[in-house]
Nanobody
Framework: VQLQASGGGLVQAGGSRRLSCAPS????????MAWYRQAPGEQRELVAG???????NYADSVKGRFTISRDAAKNTLYLQMNNLKPEDTAVYYC?????????WGQGTLVTVSS
């Protein structure tokens, strides 16, 4: 099973973008889901996470601007990004924590122009 992330692209500062992440097959017993990002020359960092019960947490840098959500029926994870800033430019990765292993998406590039 692979995770397919999509929705990246070029957006102007102040704009919005929604990322999606869907598995190519069935993943049983998902414990948590998350979005990470990695900017050029930087380490990968957690942007937003959600446990199976729905409780979410966010990096301080995106609180109030980003929203993580899930469509349980489709097993699809979303990241709504509003009021984007140039410092949000990065490759965004989704991650699902399963019972036996963790799954990572291939990454989708978001570029925010000033």
């Amino acid at each position: 099973v692979q995770l397919q992330a999509s929705g990246g692209g070029l957006v102007q500062a102040g704009g919005s973008r929604r990322l999606s992440c869907a598995p190519s097959g069935i993943i049983l017993g998902i414990k948590a889901m998350a979005w990470y990002r990695q900017a050029p020359g930087e380490q990968r960092e957690l942007v937003a996470g959600m446990v199976a019960g729905g409780l979410a947490n966010y990096a301080d840098s995106v609180k109030g601007r980003f929203t993580i959500s899930r469509d349980a029926a489709k097993n699809t994870l979303y990241l709504q990004m509003n009021n984007l800033k140039p410092e949000d430019t990065a490759v965004y990765y989704c991650k699902f924590d399963g019972i036996w292993q963790d799954y990572w998406g291939q990454g989708t590039l978001v570029t925010v122009s000033s």
